[in-house]
């Protein structure tokens, strides 16, 4: 019998973090689920399926703090074979109109937490020489979407970090992985009594936030949140575990989730290198004399392809 894996998912106590934790469960794996007083919010889970243990967890606690909260985690089964960064908030904001306040807020539960969180993590699974640390993006990370453009620069700066730590784990037997989906329906961007984000109150922008999501009104709520939010559990699993779909392959370093995002993304990577060729003039322009060709080694160590 294949032994359960260890999952401890961030961000549980609602939308796709919860039903992360469900179908996890379900699927007979042992799964912690955190979040922000989880034990009294969701003091029932557990009795739904005994592979659930609740542990408090605010991401955006300081690290010393998280480290404490991980290494309890760490005793309950005595490992944690995959960490899935799930916390995350959306909300929207001119650009110009974003808070100090809400810019802090918005960059410490979307992108600092999860970074601290995997640090907290990471010491366990280089002990053990194992371990998946997983994220959860969106499409919205490469395509900057007016008046939500705080949370395309959180999940942007995240695929970075999933990236970058791919190349430094990997080659100790561990593995980061983020996960992009596109819309789905969620509790991700209610509206909540915190005073952040809105329609912008700056005039000048009114006419293009119309324009823009005057426009979004028009189209059906299926069509703005194409993805099922039942199936984004088993596919993230599927992809972690090497089951269903993933079977066989290689684990990426990216996976899309949904169509909007599959297509936003394309048509962003066509875009992009449409101008890499219009503009090429340009760009080599200010090279040396005689240093055309990139070396090789650049272009070797950070390849997103898995290394053979």
């Known amino acids: 019998m294949t032994q359960q894996l260890v999952w401890l998912v961030t961000g549980s106590t609602g939308g796709s973090g919860l039903a992360l934790v469900r ?5 007979g794996d042992l799964v912690i689920a955190t979040g922000r007083n989880i034990s009294s919010r969701l003091s029932s889970l557990p009795s739904e399926n005994p592979n ?20 309890s985690a760490v005793a309950i089964h005595g490992r944690i074979d995959v960490l899935i960064n799930n916390a995350g908030m959306s909300r929207m ?10 810019v802090k807020t918005i960059f410490d539960v979307n992108l600092f937490g999860s ?40 999940k942007a700066s995240l695929t970075m970090f999933a990236e970058a730590l791919q190349h430094e784990i990997s080659p100790l037997g561990l593995r980061s992985i983020i996960f992009e989906p596109g819309g789905f329906d969620s509790d991700l961007a209610t509206p909540r009594n915190d005073g952040f984000g809105g329609p912008p109150k700056i005039e ?25 939010i039942a199936k984004i559990p088993d596919a993230i699993i599927d992809v972690i575990k090497g089951e269903g779909l993933a079977k066989g392959r290689t684990m990426p370093l990216r996976v899309v989730l949904g169509p909007d995002s599959m297509d936003g993304i394309r048509q962003k990577c066509k875009e992009q290198l449409e101008l890499l060729d219009e503009w090429e003039d340009v760009t080599l322009s200010v090279m ?21």
């Not at 904001?93 to 809400?102: A, I, R």
Request: charged share 20%; aromatic share 8%; glycine share 8%.
């Open 204 to 228: 000048d922008y009114q006419p293009v936030f119309g324009s823009v999501f005057g426009a979004a009104s028009g189209i059906p709520k299926s069509a703005m949140a194409p993805s099922d």
């Open 23 to 27: 179908t996890i469960s379900a699927r």
């Open 52 to 71: 659930i243990y609740l542990l408090d967890l605010d991401v955006v606690s300081p690290l010393e703090d998280i480290k404490s909260v991980i290494a």
């Open 115 to 154: 970074i601290k969180v995997a640090q907290a993590v990471l010491p366990h699974m280089r002990s053990r020489k194992t371990g998946t640390v997983a994220f959860i993006g969106a499409g919205l990370g490469w395509i900057a979407m007016p008046f939500l453009s705080h949370y395309s620069l959180t």
């Open 288 to 308: 040396k004399e005689g240093h055309r060709e990139t070396s090789r080694w650049l272009l070797d160590n950070v390849s997103i392809l898995p290394k053979s």
């Open 93 to 102: 904001s001119s650009l110009e109109e974003g808070s100090e306040e809400f």
